[in-house]
């Protein structure tokens, strides 16, 4: 994620089972009810820590065109 009016830039990964009826191959997950919100959650949460967090190296954000 990068944000070039504040000087955030983050990247992050993660895996999250989200099967809840623990059937594989049925085509019923749980990504718009468990995965989708749970990953917004998350990226609002870093990118708001990033923010108030201060960096000993100032982000180079500058981009060639």
Do not use: Q
């Not at 983050?10 to 989708?36: E, H, P, Q, R, W």
């Not at 201060?54 to 500058?62: G, Y």
């Amino acid at each position: 994620m990068i944000d070039t009016e504040n000087d955030v830039e983050f990247m992050v990964t993660a895996v999250i089972y989200c099967n809840s009826d623990g059937i594989l191959n049925d085509n019923k997950y749980d990504y718009t009810t468990v995965g989708y919100p749970f990953f917004s959650k998350l990226g609002k949460l870093l990118y708001e820590y990033e923010l108030k967090r201060t960096r000993k190296v100032k982000s180079e954000l500058n981009y060639p065109e």
